[in-house]
């Protein structure tokens, strides 16, 4: 199974294989769905790679397979 990230607004909203994960009011990244344990490594590799990372402008699609 792969896993697709897609930024929706950088730093605030992403689509991890149509899964809808965004920042809530406190600064945590919150999803109204489940992510399967494969969704949420896979998005914590792509915050630390990339949505933490200061040389990214723009954030791109990712696809993470395994």
């Known amino acids: 199974m792969s896993v697709t990230i897609e ?3 950088d730093h605030e909203q992403y ?3 149509s ?3 965004y920042k809530d009011q406190f ?3 919150a999803s109204r769905t ?3 344990d494969k969704e ?3 998005f914590k590799r792509y915050e630390k790679l990339v949505i933490n990372n200061k040389a990214f402008k723009k954030h791109t699609k990712a696809t ?3």
């Open 40 to 42: 949420m490594r896979a």
């Open 15 to 17: 689509s991890v294989n």
């Open 27 to 29: 600064g945590n990244w």
């Open 34 to 36: 489940d992510l399967s």
């Open 7 to 9: 930024p929706i607004i």
């Open 64 to 66: 993470y397979k395994g």
């Open 19 to 21: 899964h809808h994960v």
